[in-house]
């Protein structure tokens, strides 16, 4: 039995995801013999859409079981910086038996959930990587030349300093047209 799957990666953050594997888990799972499941994990490298299929082997007199269903999620293993797909999705093998009642063929319904009446080709669980690198620019900021605080003297500083430059003048005549009498 195959099950088609989707694993769509988003970048939030102003960083781009590396290479990343997700696993996925079935569970409530009905067979109870020997039985194998492989490609549950995609691998993969940046944003996109990656596609596998979960495979189950299964011995004939067990498919049984699996027409009764079961669970299929994403494993969350906990990466810094990765949002993960909370989406399960509810499996049934469609079997198809021969004139001597042995299953001769398997298909797949994928539903969100088990009394649901919608059918999906694929199951699509969706990651989200919002990591947000922080830059260092090592360039210096230059420091700027302190400010010489003056002090704020308005229209009355300009008008004392011509009052005063007059009185010097006044001074000046005053002790030259002295001196030139004796």
Avoid at 60 to 70: A, I, R, V
Avoid at 103 to 117: F, H, L, S, T
Wanted: proline share 6%; glycine share 8%; hydrophobic share 35%.
């Amino acid at each position: 039995m195959e099950i088609p799957f989707e694993k769509i990666v988003q970048q939030s953050g102003n960083s781009a995801p590396s290479s990343a594997t997700f696993q996925f888990e079935l569970y409530d799972f009905g067979a109870s013999g020997d039985y194998r499941v492989s490609g549950n994990a995609v691998s993969t490298n940046g944003t996109g859409t990656f596609s596998g299929s979960i495979v189950i082997e299964v011995p004939e007199n067990d498919l049984g079981n699996l027409s009764e269903g079961f669970w299929v999620r994403e494993v969350n293993d906990g990466k810094v910086d990765w949002s993960y797909a909370p989406e399960t999705w509810f499996v049934q093998a469609e079997l198809a038996y021969d004139a001597t009642q042995m299953p001769q063929q398997v298909g797949v319904w994928i539903r969100k959930a088990a009394d649901e009446n919608q059918f999906y080709k694929t199951m699509t669980f969706t990651n989200v990587y919002t990591y947000n690198e922080v830059y260092y620019d090592p360039t210096p900021i230059p420091t700027p030349a302190p400010q010489i605080d003056l002090p704020q003297t308005g229209d009355n500083g300009m008008l004392a300093f011509g009052i005063a430059l007059l009185l010097l003048a006044a001074a000046t005549c005053m002790a030259t047209l002295c001196t030139k009498k004796h």
